[in-house]
Nanobody
Framework: QVQLVESGGGLVQPGGSLRLSCAASESIFSVDSMGWYRHRPGKERELVATITLGGSTNYADSVKGRFTVSRDIAKNTVYLQMNSLKPEDTAIYYC??????????????WGQGTQVTVSS
């Protein structure tokens, strides 16, 4: 069982920045990929960004050019740097780790979420 703990959320004005952290209980090399999701009010949970074991990244169109996902292997931590924040970025942000077994069964591990509120 991979345990994930998000931190770094808070209240920020439009145009501001925040950096979210996701600390894992074990090496992030032990999972196939990690990602950030968010749950905005009135909408279903959506993908924000992912990073694979090999370091490849992917972003939702809505955050491209503004958000950056990165990692610190030594600290077992994945980050989400959020710049030029907009009110529509307001959401609970979740960290997810994904791992597949030899049979191809998918295992997903989720953090508890951290609230990001963008408002003037």
């Amino acid at each position: 069982q991979v345990q994930l703990v998000e931190s770094g959320g808070g209240l920020v004005q439009p145009g501001g920045s925040l950096r979210l952290s996701c600390a894992a209980s074990e090496s992030i090399f032990s999972v196939d990929s990690m990602g950030w999701y968010r749950h905005r009010p009135g909408k279903e949970r959506e993908l924000v960004a992912t990073i694979t074991l090999g370091g490849s990244t992917n972003y939702a169109d809505s955050v491209k050019g503004r958000f950056t996902v990165s990692r610190d292997i030594a600290k077992n931590t994945v980050y989400l740097q959020m710049n030029s924040l907009k009110p529509e970025d307001t959401a609970i942000y979740y960290c997810k780790a994904e791992k597949k077994s030899a049979f191809g069964r998918l295992y997903e591990y989720w953090g508890q979420g951290t609230q990001v509120t963008v408002s003037s």
